[in-house]
C-alpha cells in the first residue's frame, strides 16, 4: 500500500513536489534556528522569525510565479521568499548586515524582504505600510492597458499578472488595510490580500484586535473580494485555497483575500518573551499543530519518505545552512563612506546645469497667474511623457465622464488641474478617495512600476495621514533598498494662510517638518513663473518632490508672468536674488519675499539698501547664494511664514553664525509666525502670521545695531 501512494502522490502533487514543499518549510524554519544561535553568540544584531507560517507561505510561492507577479511581503515571509528563489546565503547575508545583502545591503533588520530580480519590493518595519503599495502596483498594471501611449513601452508587465501583499491579524487594524481593500475592490485589482493569523500582534491577541476576532468575516461585505479561509499549518489545503485565490485574480474578477490561520511558536521577536503573557498549556497545545513536524509525520505515514529519508533531508538542510552562515559571517560589511549613497538619485541631478534654461528665456502671450502657468506645465509635461498620472482628491474635471460634455468640470478646488482630464483622459487623470494615505500609499506602488505619479494632497494642513507614508517610505525606498528601487513622485501641495477665513486647518505652515526628512526634496515658489520651472524640474527629477503651492499666491497680480516655452526649467537649490542691496540681506521664500520687498522698498526711504533672495527650493537650499549676500551685507534676517521656533529660518541662522561668524556685524533675526496656530477672526490671524512691518521693524532694528 505505502508504494502505491508513494506513486500516486497527495492531492494531485507527486512524491518529488511533496518532498520539496517539506524540504523548504524545513529550511525556513533551520534558517531561523540558525538566526537565533547567531544572535545568542552576538554574531547578528536582530532576529523576528517566521516559524509557524512556512505552510501557507510555501503554498503561496507555489502558487504565484517569481518574477512575474509582484510580491509585497512583510516580515513573517521568510518561507515565501525561499520559495520564490531567494537563497539561504541571501537570507543570511541579511541576518549579518553584509554588504552583499539583496535585501537592504546592511541597511535594513533581518527579514525585511526585497529583491530585485524576483519582484520583491523592498518592505520595511511599519505594518501596513506595503499594502496600498501592493495596491498601486497592481493599479499600475490596470493603467499600462488603459493608457494607448504605453502599451508598447512597459517592461516587466504581464496582462495577468496579480500582486501578492501580506499582512498579520495585527495589521488588519490599521485604517491604511482597509483603504487598500476599498481601492482594490472598486477597480477589482488583481491584489491578493494574505492574511496570516498567528493570534497575536506581539502580546495583543486577535479577539481584542478585531471586533469579533475573525478579520474575514468583516470584510464580507467587499464587493468582488473573493474570500478564502484555510488552515494555514496545512501546506496542502493551503495550497488549493491559494490556487483559488490568485486564479480568481489573474482572471481578473478583482482582490482575493485568504484568511491563514497559523501559530507562532516562538516569540514575537527575541526582544519579546511570550512565557510573560501565554500560559504554558496555550503554547503546549498550539506545538502540536507545528507544520513542520506534521508535514514530516504525513509524509511517512503516507509512504512518501522514510524516517531515514527524512533525517537525510534534514542533515542535508543543515548542512546547507551551516555552510550559508559560515560565508555570510565572511562576507564584508558595508563601509562607513556609503552611508549616504543612494539618499537622493545617483544619476539625475535636479540641482545641475542641464535642469537650468532659465536665463534668457522667451516669454509670451498674457501674464498668467500661478494657478495659470502650473496648470501649463502639467499639460506640456503629461503631452511629453505618457507615464505621468495625476490623481487625488476633486483633481478631475468629472469622475462620471459621460457628464464632461454638459458640466465645466472640477479641476481642483484652486482649478489647479482644470481640462486635463478632459485632454488626456480618464485613465491618466483621476479622483482618489478621501483618504491621503491611500494617495501617497498608491503613488509609490506606481512609480515603483515605471509611471510618473504628480499627486495632490488638497490642503497641507491634511498631509498629516500620508505622513506615514512620506517619512518612512516615499522618501525611504531608494535608501533603504541600497539603491535596488525608487519611487520617484511628485507631492503637490496648496499650502500657506493670509487667506482672511482660512482659520486653523486651512493656513498651516509646517514645512519644516518634511526639510528635515532626508531623500525628500522641497520645492516652495512664489512667482508664477517659478512655479512653473520649478514643477517641470520635478517632474523630470528622479527623486520624490514635496511642490508647496502657496494658496494666498495662486492668483496675485504682482507675481504674474507671461509663458515660458515648454523645456523651461530652473534647477533646485539655485536662489535668486529678487533684489540687489547691500547694507542687509533678507533670506526668504514663499509668501514673505512681497513682503520683504515690500519693507525693503520702505526701508530705502531711509537711506537702507536691503538685499532680498528668494531661496525658491528649501531642500536643498541655496547655502552659496546666502553665503555671498552675507560676506557682502554682514547682516541677515531670516524671514518664513511658519512658525518661530525650530522654524527653518533656525537651521539657516544657525548656518550662518557657524560658518560666517567673521563677517557678521549683528546677530542673525528672525521674522516668523508666533508660536501658535492661524485664527480666524482677521485681527488674529494678522498678528499671528509675520506683516510687512514686522520685516520693516526687524531691518530698522537690525541695521541700527
Known sequence: MATEVKAQGIRGLGRDQLIEIYRTMFLSRRLDDKEIQLKGQNKIFFQISGAGHEAVLVAAGLALRPAYDWFYPYYRDRALCLQLGMTPLEQLLSSVGAEADPNSHGRQMPSHWGDKKLNIVSQSSPTGTQLLQAVGCAEAGYRFQLIEELKERVENFHSDEVVYVSAGDGTTSEGEFWEALNTACNLKLPVLFLIEDNGYAISVPVE?????????????????LYIQKCDGTDPLESLEALSRAVEYCRARKGPALVHAKVIRPYSHSLSDDEKLYRPDEERTSEAERDPVKRFGALLIEEGCLTQEELQ?????VDKEVGEAADRALRSPQPTPETVTRYVYSPTVDPCAEEFDTEEGAPLSGNPGTMVDLINRCLHEEMARDPRIVVFGEDVADCSREQYLDRVKGKGGVFKVTANLQRKFGGARVFNSPLAEANIVGRAIGMATRGLKPVVEIQFFDYIWPAYHQIRNELALMRWRSGGEWSAPLVLRVPVGGYLKGGAVYHSQS???????????????????????????TAIRSDDPVLFLEHKHLYRQAYNKSPYPPDNF???????????????????????????????AKMAEQQGINVEVIDLRTLAPYDWEAVAASVKKTSKAIVAHEDSLTHGFGAEVAARISGELFEYLDAPVRRVAALDTFVAYAPQLEDAILPQVEDVSRAITELYSY
Open 208 to 224: 481584542v484586535q478585531t471586533a469579533g476576532g475573525d478579520v474575514s468575516r468583516l470584510v464580507s461585505g467587499f464587493p468582488d
Open 312 to 316: 537525510q533531508i534534514k542533515d542535508e
Open 510 to 536: 509646517g514645512d519644516t517638518i518634511f526639510t528635515h526628512i532626508p531623500g525628500l526634496r522641497v520645492v516652495y515658489p512664489a512667482t508664477a513663473l517659478d512655479a512653473n520651472g520649478l514643477l517641470r
Open 569 to 599: 526649467l530652473i534647477p533646485f537649490g539655485k536662489a535668486k536674488t529678487v533684489r540687489p542691496g547691500t547694507d542687509l540681506t533678507i533670506i526668504t521664500y514663499g509668501a514673505l519675499v512681497q513682503r520683504s520687498l515690500v519693507a
